[in-house]
């Protein structure tokens, strides 16, 4: 017989009860309980999903990957400080804070998990929302990114691209990446569009996507894939939530998928995507691959469907690192790395990376590229051909 372990619940940020009830959307849009989870004295949290119960040190991985983060997580932080008695800066939360803000304002967050009745109802309150008319949109982006721009340039950590989230009438939910004309970052949108494209062309599943601009501003929409229609959800938890759950590397993107396909959470073709991802962002100069730039969904049953499309791939290695500052356009320095001596990767990938500096050289791009950038290409388209040559056999 087990003996019995007690807690106390802990005090939370606002007067936040201790115990809470998370909420799941399913791809239908119905709403169903996911979980009951409590906030224990010392950090843990006690989940219980039916009659399974389960304590974690601190947040369970989902709820880790719902906080806030990056540049939508500090616009957040600053909106929500004052009401709920919160550090204005994102880097000063910690875990009760992520609970305060999850529990009272989290909404239309990545994936399909509600975090309390009142999110919830918010949530609901939401289906009555008119989608954005297709033909008023750029004009709404324009104003969007206007109001932003104070904090979204100058203030915003290096390399990490402005962004707001939008619900329109031809396109859905998405996500909306924005630059200033004339920057790196606004010749660089173009060209993710382009590689995510090229991807699907490939074979690879990928965010769907388009490109828009005013006189002021290049546009990136990025179609949400873990929405269905207005209001059904697909579950979606990014690889490094998933790898800090089950293996607690956080290396690179073959690594997690060879671990990933042996404990059969995703197929051999998942992790052919995978691999073929983080080959292409090689020869492509993407160097931003951490496990947040990947996920996998989750079905209405909780279990891992597949992995993501892909998403957040261009050539990460010539975007602007902060303070007006703009790398080199120098030719990229592609490596094996883990990936290994695979021609079934890298033959797919080479075709793909040449189609891709091919396009940029020759201009046929979404907005004209600088004569820089074309330079650029063709030397880049050079480089993959003699890099793969020995690793694909003629």
């Not at 079934?344 to 990938?349: F, Q, S, T, V």
Request: charged share 20%; net charge negative.
């Amino acid at each position: 017989m087990r003996t019995p372990q007690y807690a106390s619940l802990r005090s939370l940020p606002g007067g936040l009860a201790a115990r809470q009830k998370i909420h799941r959307i399913l791809s239908t849009g119905s709403v169903v309980p996911f979980a009951v989870v409590e906030f224990i004295e010392g950090g843990g949290t006690l989940e219980r999903i039916g009659g399974q119960a389960q304590l974690y040190d601190g947040l369970p991985p989902y709820m880790a990957f719902s906080s806030p983060s990056g540049f939508l997580g500090r616009q957040l932080a600053r909106a929500v400080a004052t009401d709920l008695q919160l550090p204005e800066s994102l880097k000063d939360w910690g875990d009760d804070e992520r609970i305060a803000y999850l529990f009272s304002r989290g909404m239309n967050l990545a994936g399909n998990l509600v975090y309390g009745d009142l999110p919830l109802q918010k949530e609901l309150d939401f289906r009555g929302c008119v989608p954005m008319p297709a033909g008023q949109k750029l004009g709404h982006y324009v104003d969007v990114a206007t109001e932003l721009k104070g904090t979204a340039y100058g203030s915003s950590a290096g390399g990490e691209q402005p962004k707001f989230l939008g619900f329109n009438e031809d396109t859905g939910h998405v996500i909306v990446k924005f630059a200033k004309r004339g920057s790196r970052m606004a010749e660089l949108l173009p060209l993710e569009h382009l590689a995510l494209h090229i991807l699907s062309e490939t074979g690879v599943p990928s965010a769907r996507t388009a490109i828009l601009s005013s006189k002021d501003y290049v546009f990136l929409e990025v179609q949400r894939f873990d929405r269905v229609g207005n209001f059904g959800r697909v579950g979606m938890l990014s690889a490094g939530s998933v790898d800090d759950e089950f293996f607690g590397r956080r290396d690179t993107w073959s690594e997690f998928a060879a671990r990933c396909e042996k404990a059969k959470y995703i197929s051999a073709r998942d992790a052919w995507n995978i691999d073929v991802m983080a080959a292409f962002s090689e020869l492509i100069g993407n160097g931003d691959r951490h496990l947040e730039n990947i996920s996998l969904l989750v079905d209405d049953e909780g279990e891992y469907q597949s992995v993501a499309p892909a998403y957040d791939i261009l050539p990460m290695d010539y975007a602007s690192i902060g303070g007006g500052i703009d790398p080199d356009l120098n030719p990229i320095k592609p490596k094996v790395g883990t990936i290994g001596a695979r021609p079934d990767i890298w033959a797919p990938a080479a075709a793909a990376a040449s189609a891709f500096w091919s396009t940029v050289r020759d201009n046929h791009l979404a907005l004209p590229a600088t004569q820089e950038m074309r330079d650029l290409a063709a030397r880049n388209v050079e480089v993959v051909k003699a890099f793969v040559a020995p690793l694909v056999p003629s």
